[in-house]
């Protein structure tokens, strides 16, 4: 292949920038958290067979790079191509899967995109790849098997792209792997928690609900908070719904029914939507730990509020079943669009 098709220029773009901006700032200090080969999926000359390496690389504290929650991938092999020729120019996926990877050679080998998580485009240059990629990582990104896949499809294969690579990545519990919060807690009956609705203000700044047991017109909800992109949660509010015993700094959320929307204008001002009689509009001043209620004008508090966004400090707007408010002024006041 000698260029990537049509349908992905500004992704390829994107990946390739990144990949420049990890590699001038490859050489911070970090963990390897991650390593294997990646062996030649479908070469019968055998040329090539183990030289193909992944490793992973998480930051250690105070590392500025990678970011708190991502690791570095550093992708290295030669003699890409196909018999007899190795000079392959142009471009592959990186991506994980749960399937084995193939083990007849021979025959075409290769993986459709519903059978893989596309991690990132790599750039092959006379048949030999040297880059490094970034990735967001949790236990889901963690996976065995990797490999490097064509990015157009296999002639005559419909929906099948050719494995040049694929081999196993072995993982260590080591690394800054993102948590997921709704695994801290348990409900007061002490059953497992659902996640609910989430807000990001920035790559590092998260907020996240979490569900547990429901009531006639209540629902038992807790609210966490990252301020490293998920390497860590702090549980910042929760409702009293089963009366659970008082937790220093943590503030309390209405015992309404579903978190029907959540957003931040800020690291301190968030507004709340519930889907209950009686409980709508919320504001929270403190990152959300503390929740008021907002009686908006011609607002019957039975309807539920199903968006809140806002352009700018100053502008917003809320949407229910029976129309969108607006505010010119932060939120103090709000007018019903015509």
Aim: aromatic share 8%; glycine share 12%; proline share 7%.
């Amino acid at each position: 292949m000698t260029a990537p098709p049509r349908r992905v220029p500004a992704l390829l773009t994107r990946l390739l920038l990144l990949s420049l901006v990890v590699a001038a700032l490859a050489a911070a200090s970090c963990t390897l958290v991650g390593q294997g080969n990646l062996h030649v999926a479908n070469d019968l000359s055998g040329i090539g067979a183990d030289n193909t390496t992944l490793r992973a690389f998480a930051p250690d504290p105070g590392d500025p790079f990678p970011p708190a929650g991502y690791v570095s991938l550093f992708v290295r092999g030669d003699d890409f191509g196909l018999p007899p020729a190795y000079g392959m120019n142009g471009y592959l996926y990186l991506a994980r899967t749960d399937l084995d990877c193939p083990q007849s050679e021979g025959v075409p080998e290769a993986f459709s995109l519903n059978d893989v998580a596309i991690v990132g485009l790599v750039t092959v240059t006379n048949g030999s790849v040297n880059q490094f990629l970034l990735m967001q990582d949790n236990p889901a990104s963690r996976q065995a098997n990797w490999a490097l896949i064509e990015i157009n499809e296999l002639d005559g294969y419909p929906g099948a792209h050719l494995a040049h690579r694929c081999g196993t990545v072995a993982w260590t519990a080591s690394g800054s792997a993102l948590v997921n919060p709704c695994t801290l807690r348990t409900s007061l009956a002490g059953q497992p928690l659902a996640v609910g609705k989430s807000f990001a203000l920035d790559v590092n700044k998260k907020w996240q609900f979490c569900l547990g047991g429901a009531a006639a017109g209540s629902n038992e909800k807790f609210l966490f908070r990252t301020t490293n992109g998920g390497v860590s949660w702090k549980l910042i509010s929760r409702t009293t719904l089963g009366s659970p015993l008082p937790e220093a700094g943590v503030g309390e959320l209405p015992n309404g029914n579903g978190v029907s929307a959540l957003f931040f204008q800020d690291a301190n001002k968030g507004w709340l939507g519930l889907s209950s009689p009686g409980h709508n509009l919320l504001r929270s001043t403190d990152g959300g730990k503390n929740w008021v209620e907002v009686v908006v004008t011609d607002l019957d508090a039975s309807v539920p509020v199903t968006s809140i966004t806002f352009t700018d400090s100053l502008h917003g707007s809320f949407v229910t079943p029976d129309g969108t408010w607006t505010t010119s002024d932060g939120g103090a006041n709000w007018t019903k669009a015509p």
